[in-house]
């Protein structure tokens, strides 16, 4: 029987699939919040960028009394090999000035 090169990793938590190579996968915090909305928004423009993100003390921080600042807050991870993109889309997302209202409202 033939080995697999790669072995392969089931993150159930994100339900995602994360390539494995020499068993395991490093993992890296990108992003802590202490809303478990802004984390899930945030994940989920790194998922719909190709990033496997996955958010982890979400659970522990919804049922603690104290919430997220209790256990240290809800982090944001990424594999190793993508951290630096990852980062710089999340630092785009947080830094992009709002849109200006257009004084235009020739469609009323």
């Given at each position: ?21 020499n068993g395991m996968v ?12 802004e984390a899930q928004m945030i994940t989920a423009r ?63």
């Amino acid at each position: 029987m033939a080995k697999w090169p790669v072995k392969w990793q089931i993150d159930w938590v994100a339900a995602s699939v994360y390539r494995v190579d020499n068993g395991m996968v490093q993992l890296k915090t990108i992003f802590k919040s202490f809303h478990a909305m802004e984390a899930q928004m945030i994940t989920a423009r790194l998922r719909t960028a190709g990033f496997q993100a996955t958010v982890l003390g979400e659970l522990a921080a919804l049922s603690t009394e104290g919430g997220s600042l209790a256990t240290g807050g809800i982090r944001i991870q990424v594999p190793a090999a993508e951290e630096k993109e990852a980062r710089a889309l999340v630092d785009g997302l947080l830094n992009h000035p709002p849109e200006e209202d257009s004084t235009d409202r020739s469609w009323e």
